[in-house]
T-cell receptor
Framework: EAGVTQFPSHSVIEKGQTVTLRCDPI?????LYWYRRVMGKEIKFLLH????????ESGMPNNRFLAERTGGTYSTLKVQPAELEDSGVYFC????????????FGPGTRLTVT | SQQGEEDPQALSIQEGENATMNCSYKTSINNLQWYRQNSGRGLVHLIL?????REKHSGRLRVTLDTSKKSSSLLITASRAADTASYFC??????????????FGKGTKLSVIP
């Protein structure tokens, strides 16, 4: 069974540019989560999809971040325009049954904004 | 202070010794999960313990949970150099939005010296 995959593994962009991160969850997992870890801080929740619907986006830092999960399969997280403080590692995780099963994480996308 | 704080922040042991890491949290939880992160890589799920469980084993791993003290411990027995990594505990609980997102601590950095 393939795990959670993320693309790209690393992205370097200039302040003001746009970046789109992609996450492919484990097949059959309805729940998809985005988290991020900025330098020196804890891993923080961003948002949660159940299939194609946003269940909880309380962790999204501001309206420069837009997440989608059209069709309920893969998800994208767009940052537009990127700021220096957006640098960090963005993780995606998926789970089968929310609140009752493990969340499996992807390898993360390291975003560097210069 | 944070939900899911690990203790100690760093631990260095000789190969073959046991390693114990602790985690404390503040709010009621549904599950507690332990993850490992090797340098520069993604989070690997190690074990999930439910709030009604007190102890769980998986190979060389032993996890305990004391909900009255809001704490958990991860014991790695007969450590190996390959166990060198950062270890995180993560708690989930219904935030009210029904997402059961994970709340992470800063992690314990374990170094196993061959």
């Amino acid at each position: 069974e393939a795990g959670v995959t993320q693309f790209p593994s690393h992205s370097v962009i200039e302040k003001g540019q746009t970046v789109t991160l992609r996450c492919d969850p484990i097949s059959g997992h309805d729940n998809l989560y985005w988290y991020r870890r900025v330098m020196g801080k804890e891993i923080k929740f961003l948002l949660h999809f159940v299939k194609e619907s946003k269940q909880d986006e309380s962790g999204m830092p501001n309206n420069r971040f837009l997440a989608e999960r059209t069709g309920g399969t893969y998800s994208t997280l767009k940052v537009q325009p990127a700021e220096l403080e957006d640098s960090g590692v963005y993780f995606c995780a998926s789970s089968q049954v929310r609140g009752r099963s493990e969340q499996y994480f992807g390898p993360g996308t390291r975003l560097t904004v210069t | 202070s944070q939900q899911g704080e690990e203790d100690p922040q760093a631990l260095s042991i000789q190969e073959g010794e046991n390693a114990t890491m602790n985690c404390s949290y503040k709010t009621s939880i549904n599950n507690l999960q332990w993850y490992r992160q090797n340098s520069g890589r993604g989070l690997v799920h190690l074990i999930l313990i439910r709030s009604n469980e007190r102890e769980k084993h998986s190979g060389r791993l032993r996890v305990t949970l004391d909900t009255s003290k809001k704490s958990s411990s991860l014991l790695i027995t007969a450590s190996r150099a390959a166990d060198t990594a950062s270890y995180f505990c993560a708690t989930d609980g219904d935030s009210g939005a029904g997402s059961y997102q994970l709340t992470f601590g800063k992690g314990t950095k374990l170094s196993v010296i061959p």
